[in-house]
């Protein structure tokens, strides 16, 4: 049997030159003890971390915002405004940079005017997800009261301190619609009809918001427009636009599912075809991909692929981050094929639907449609993803985990006046020092997990994370995906000393682990050892992990 320090010996440098390409020993006072290595490069600046990778998703999906972000103004639910108060708290500890809004779905059969005016004398509609509500659904599941509209969402990116993303209705409202809820939202106090309306609603100066989101999914649920078909409506709704107050506004077009490259390369193309000064209007190109499919390659089939939130093998967790880790390729391609339309790289990526999306049967409340209960599996995969942005700056300029609250990979759950906040929640809270800051190459090197998928051998990959600094503030986020081993890691920054050192991990002994309402803080970060050994820190970084370091550096 080999034993550990042999192992580090033999194998350290041949992991890491298999993960990284990259020798662990290069960096100067390496301990025996060590088993991996992260070495921060500060010379090579990837670029401004965009905070709005840190962003969020509200759509008017079963309990996201009725019972969620919503409890009205009469409830006895503490609220300011009718916004549930326990959430604006949290919020405003991870510092939300932007909330994309009402859906989703929902926001292409939407109309913004039924969410205006008087309460009292706003219709009811069928909600779009009415379908598939589960039957201990309240009735303003299922049927929409529009008691919360703009103001009442701009209300409450105010409270916690964000910018808006609106998602307007391509499928089933002309352009014009767009067009007027643009003027209700930014035109100037007093100049428009829309602006008089706003201010009798409560908001005389203007929201000035600048991201709007054309459709959602337009290849599917919003219109199941081909992406020539999609480019054409795209051109129509952004043609004309003014810039009221010179808020100059960013579209973001509806981009593939997943590796649909086609759905990229062929919207480019069609907007592209028109002249390349079309390309102009296009901000963001969102990519959604949710992680599902467990089956190891048995099925495409969408109920029998999913996995189970809370009851889950070792194997079953290697699947969903393994499946999870395919964003960074995605990222990588699609930004391939959208250069060869856009060389100069003018359009980025918005990932505005990411997460893992289990079967129906884990939701803490009975009522909500496509909610799951967040274990430690899910902060470990959100870290990953998070990671993953992190390192491509210069591609990804928005980003949401699907959804917020009472959903699928939440932040937060809420039922009446049960609210907790879920391991996701609090992966949001570590990394929110990222936000700003220069991402900068970091190498880990770190032997892979090893386990047993199906009977044949498989591997994944054994230390990741990403780097940001602010001034002498360094942060570092660090994931250990093995189950049962934890890392005996030194980190290194090359071209600096490091002076002092703090770590926080979140992890339990049992993968399972969740929060709830009645144990809220069972997954909650706690301090972790760390030691400065001359030009290196030293850390155990236990198994099933999510750390974050602070090192401040000379
Ligand atoms: O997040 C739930 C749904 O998933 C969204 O409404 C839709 O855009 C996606 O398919």
């Given at each position: 049997?080999?034993?550990?320090?042999?192992f580090?010996?033999?194998?350290?440098?041949?992991?890491?030159?298999?993960?990284?390409?990259?020798?662990?020993?290069?960096?100067?006072?390496?301990?025996?003890?060590?088993?991996s290595?992260?070495?921060?490069?500060?010379?090579?600046?990837?670029?401004?971390?965009?905070?709005?990778?840190?962003?969020?998703?509200?759509?008017?999906?079963?309990?996201?915002v009725?019972?969620?972000?919503?409890?009205?103004?009469?409830?006895?639910?503490?609220?300011?405004?009718g916004?549930?108060?326990?959430?604006?708290?949290?919020?405003?500890?991870?510092?939300?940079?932007?909330?994309?809004?009402?859906?989703?779905?929902?926001?292409?059969s939407?109309?913004?005017?039924?969410g205006?005016?008087?309460?009292?004398?706003?219709?009811?509609?069928?909600?779009?997800?009415?379908?598939?509500?589960?039957?201990?659904?309240?009735?303003?599941?299922?049927?929409?009261?529009?008691?919360?509209?703009?103001?009442?969402?701009?209300?409450?990116?105010?409270?916690?301190g964000?910018?808006?993303?609106?998602?307007?209705?391509?499928?089933?409202?002309?352009?014009?619609?767009?067009?007027?809820?643009?003027?209700?939202?930014?035109?100037?106090?007093?100049?428009?009809?829309?602006?008089?309306?706003?201010?009798?609603?409560?908001?005389?100066?203007?929201?000035?918001?600048?991201?709007?989101?054309?459709?959602?999914?337009?290849?599917?649920c919003?219109?199941?427009?081909?992406?020539?078909?999609?480019?054409?409506?795209?051109r129509?709704?952004?043609?004309?636009?003014?810039?009221?107050?010179?808020?100059?506004?960013?579209?973001?077009?509806?981009?593939?599912?997943?590796?649909?490259?086609?759905?990229?390369?062929?919207?480019?193309?069609?907007?592209?075809?028109?002249?390349?000064?079309?390309?102009?209007?296009?901000?963001g190109?969102?990519?959604?991909?949710?992680?599902?499919?467990?089956?190891?390659?048995?099925?495409?089939?969408?109920?029998q692929?999913?996995?189970?939130?809370?009851?889950?093998?070792?194997?079953d967790?290697?699947?969903?981050?393994?499946?999870g880790?395919?964003?960074e390729?995605?990222?990588?391609?699609?930004?391939?094929?959208m250069?060869?339309?856009?060389?100069?790289?003018?359009?980025?990526?918005?990932?505005?639907?990411?997460?893992?999306?289990?079967?129906?049967?884990?939701?803490?409340?009975?009522?909500?449609?496509v909610?799951?209960?967040?274990?430690?599996?899910?902060?470990?995969?959100?870290?990953?993803?998070?990671?993953?942005?992190?390192?491509?700056?210069?591609?990804?300029?928005?980003?949401a985990?699907?959804?917020?609250?009472?959903?699928?990979?939440?932040?937060y759950?809420?039922?009446?006046?049960?609210?907790?906040?879920?391991?996701?929640?609090?992966?949001?809270?570590?990394?929110?020092?990222?936000?700003?800051?220069?991402?900068?190459?970091?190498?880990?090197?770190?032997?892979?997990?090893?386990?047993?998928?199906?009977?044949?051998?498989a591997?994944?990959?054994?230390?990741?994370g990403?780097?940001?600094?602010?001034?002498?503030?360094?942060?570092?986020?660090?994931?250990?995906?093995h189950?049962?081993?934890?890392?005996?890691?030194?980190?290194?920054?090359?071209?600096?000393?490091?002076r002092?050192?703090?770590?926080?991990?979140l992890?339990?002994?049992?993968?399972?682990?969740?929060?709830?309402?009645?144990?809220?803080?069972?997954v909650?970060?706690?301090?972790?050892?760390?030691?400065?050994?001359?030009?290196?820190?030293?850390?155990?970084?236990?198994?099933?992990?999510?750390?974050?370091?602070?090192?401040?550096?000379?």
């Amino acid at each position: 049997m080999i034993k550990r320090r042999d192992f580090i010996r033999n194998t350290a440098a041949t992991a890491a030159a298999l993960f990284t390409g990259y020798s662990p020993f290069a960096l100067a006072q390496s301990s025996s003890t060590a088993d991996s290595r992260v070495e921060v490069l500060l010379g090579e600046p990837l670029g401004i971390i965009s905070p709005n990778i840190y962003g969020h998703f509200v759509e008017n999906l079963s309990g996201v915002v009725y019972d969620g972000v919503w409890v009205g103004t009469n409830s006895k639910i503490p609220n300011v405004n009718g916004i549930r108060k326990e959430l604006i708290d949290e919020m405003k500890k991870i510092k939300p940079p932007v909330v994309r809004y009402p859906g989703g779905c929902f926001a292409d059969s939407y109309d913004w005017r039924d969410g205006v005016g008087p309460v009292d004398k706003r219709p009811r509609r069928t909600n779009f997800w009415e379908d598939g509500e589960p039957a201990a659904a309240p009735d303003s599941h299922r049927y929409d009261l529009n008691q919360f509209g703009t103001n009442e969402f701009m209300q409450f990116c105010k409270l916690i301190g964000s910018q808006a993303y609106l998602s307007a209705n391509v499928r089933s409202l002309p352009a014009e619609a767009f067009y007027r809820w643009v003027e209700y939202c930014n035109s100037p106090a007093g100049a428009t009809t829309l602006a008089d309306q706003r201010a009798a609603n409560g908001s005389p100066d203007p929201f000035g918001v600048r991201y709007w989101g054309v459709g959602n999914e337009a290849w599917g649920c919003g219109g199941n427009f081909t992406p020539q078909e999609y480019a054409m409506e795209f051109r129509r709704y952004t043609a004309w636009l003014p810039e009221y107050n010179k808020q100059k506004l960013s579209f973001v077009a509806s981009g593939p599912n997943s590796d649909d490259w086609s759905w990229t390369r062929g919207f480019f193309e069609a907007i592209a075809r028109k002249g390349k000064d079309q390309l102009d209007s296009v901000f963001g190109w969102a990519l959604h991909f949710y992680a599902w499919n467990i089956s190891r390659g048995k099925t495409q089939d969408w109920d029998q692929g999913r996995g189970d939130a809370l009851k889950f093998d070792n194997v079953d967790w290697y699947e969903i981050l393994r499946e999870g880790d395919r964003m960074e390729s995605l990222i990588n391609g699609h930004w391939q094929a959208m250069s060869e339309f856009d060389p100069e790289h003018e359009v980025k990526l918005v990932v505005d639907e990411w997460g893992p999306w289990y079967r129906p049967g884990s939701e803490i409340n009975a009522a909500d449609q496509v909610e799951q209960t967040p274990t430690l599996r899910d902060a470990v995969f959100s870290g990953m993803t998070l990671d993953t942005f992190n390192r491509h700056p210069e591609k990804v300029t928005i980003a949401a985990s699907a959804q917020l609250m009472n959903c699928l990979n939440s932040l937060y759950l809420a039922h009446e006046d049960k609210f907790c906040v879920t391991p996701v929640g609090h992966v949001y809270r570590m990394y929110a020092a990222h936000q700003g800051g220069q991402g900068l190459r970091t190498i880990f090197s770190a032997p892979p997990v090893n386990y047993d998928r199906d009977g044949k051998p498989a591997t994944f990959w054994g230390l990741k994370g990403s780097a940001s600094l602010h001034d002498k503030e360094l942060v570092l986020t660090v994931v250990n995906p093995h189950v049962k081993e934890s890392r005996q890691t030194e980190i290194g920054v090359r071209g600096a000393s490091v002076r002092s050192a703090t770590a926080t991990t979140l992890t339990h002994s049992d993968i399972h682990a969740h929060n709830s309402y009645a144990e809220r803080n069972v997954v909650v970060p706690r301090n972790q050892n760390v030691e400065i050994r001359g030009k290196l820190v030293a850390c155990t970084i236990p198994p099933a992990s999510v750390t974050q370091f602070s090192l401040t550096l000379e």
